[in-house]
């Protein structure tokens, strides 16, 4: 029987990134994935990451997001590999009156707290992104946000884990979780493994994990689907967005005790559209936007992609003209209460969980990873945790 320091369960954006940091920290780590890397959500999302520099006080948020994006360009500059990686910027439409007030007001305050953003008419938005609706009130340009393939950055960290003596084993299904004197025992697959510290990162499974160690995770899957062109001639190069959905989640975020906030859907009932989208190196024109609850239902909902697709069409009008190639729906680690859960869980020794990474976890997935892994290394969680330690919602299971 091996005994690593650390196991880290979950092979997604946030388990390679963990699992690379505290690699990078010296410590023997061992990740266990069930199937493939990068065969859930982290494999099928956008692509879009989000950032607007560190700004004058960096809260968690900016942490996740500009932090990531730092070591997205680190994986791809300094260890040398190709991730696809494009500081593109974000063009994010505007579509009535109500929204330019809002995005006015929004970019006001961004900038005030030092962030990169600007309002753009949109003929100065055709000038970035000549494909743009010319007909739309404007558009918010975010310029330092980015774009990368998700299949490629996800293994890319498990890589440049593995060049630092981690070990990254797939089709190892965790099914036991116990502690044993100091050490934890994983059963997974015919292996029974052991480590001084074990890290949750199974993406909406961490409820499964939490289960089996008695704990209440509130953590559920929520459904988020894509559609794509067949390769085209390159015609878009931003990440393109709505204003629409973000205006409406900030007045009306929606939730309650089964339910996370910010999802498009109450039910099977519509509340709001939401939008993003890019083109890929190969040529594929992506869009997704939908958050439904549909328990772990990974087929696409046909009406949904359809109303995405006017959406779309909406600020990049040549997309009427263009037929679906194909879709796809992957499961989003969402929270109950809307925030990540990164750190220590309580009621157990050494024992970390980094979830709840929601509809943006593969853009805030590598310094999610990173948080935990200092923590590991230092015992002393960094104080932006604050704003997603585990215990103000992890609670034991009734039975
Ligand atoms: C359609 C769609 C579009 C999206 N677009 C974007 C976007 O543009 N930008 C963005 O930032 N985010 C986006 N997201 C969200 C992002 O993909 C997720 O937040 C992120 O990938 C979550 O990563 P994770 O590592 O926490 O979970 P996952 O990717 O779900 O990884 C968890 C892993 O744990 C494994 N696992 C589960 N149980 C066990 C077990 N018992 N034993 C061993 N292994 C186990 C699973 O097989 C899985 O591989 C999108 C998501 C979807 C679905």
């Not at 006080?57 to 300094?78: M, N």
């Not at 946000?145 to 293994?155: I, L």
């Not at 890589?159 to 084993?169: Q, T, Y």
């Amino acid at each position: 029987m091996s005994q690593p320091d650390v196991i880290v369960i979950g092979g997604g954006i946030a388990g390679v990134a963990t699992a690379y940091q505290l690699a990078r920290h010296g410590h023997r780590v061992t990740l266990l994935e069930r199937g493939e890397l990068a065969g859930e959500a982290s494999g099928v999302n956008a692509g879009s990451i989000d950032a607007t520099g560190w700004g004058r006080a960096p809260d968690l948020q900016v942490h996740l997001t500009t932090g990531s994006l730092e070591l997205f360009q680190a994986l791809q500059g300094d260890e040398g590999h190709d991730i696809e990686l494009r500081s593109s910027g974000y063009l994010q439409a505007i579509h009535t009156e109500a929204q330019l007030a809002w995005a006015r007001e929004r970019v006001r305050d961004l900038t005030a707290r030092g962030h990169s953003a600007e309002l753009l008419d949109a003929s100065a938005a055709r000038k970035l992104e000549p494909e743009l609706n010319p007909d739309l009130p404007g558009y918010v340009h975010y310029p330092e946000r980015a774009q990368a393939d998700p299949v490629k950055a996800t293994r890319a960290f498990a890589e440049a884990a593995i060049r630092r003596s981690a070990r990254v084993l797939t089709g190892r299904e965790v099914r036991g979780l116990r502690r044993d004197g100091r050490s934890w025992r994983v059963e997974a697959g015919e292996e029974t493994l052991a480590a001084d510290a074990l890290v949750l990162a199974a993406g909406p499974w961490c409820a499964a994990l939490g289960a089996m160690l008695g704990l209440d995770i509130p953590i559920v899957p929520v459904r988020g689907q894509m559609w794509a062109t067949a390769p085209l001639p390159a015609r878009v190069g931003h990440v393109v967005g709505s204003s629409e959905s973000v205006m409406y989640w900030q007045g009306a975020p929606g939730g309650d005790a089964a339910t996370p906030p910010f999802l498009t859907h109450r039910g099977s009932t519509r509340v709001i559209r939401h939008l993003y989208g890019r083109q890929t190196r190969e040529g594929a024109i992506i869009f997704g936007g939908d958050r439904q609850l549909a328990g772990f239902d990974k087929t696409p909902d046909a009406t949904g992609i359809v109303v995405n697709r006017e959406h779309a069409a909406e600020v990049l009008p040549f997309l009427h003209d263009v037929p679906i190639a194909r879709t796809w729906a992957g499961l989003m680690p969402f929270p109950l209460d809307g925030k990540p859960l990164i750190g220590r869980l309580p009621g157990h020794e050494q024992l970390y969980i980094v979830g709840g990474l929601a509809s943006s976890g593969f853009g805030r997935g590598p310094m999610a990873g990173k948080l935990v892994a200092d923590l590991i290394h230092t015992g002393a969680p960094h104080p932006v945790l604050a704003a997603a330690d585990p215990a103000r919602c992890v609670r034991p299971r009734r039975r």
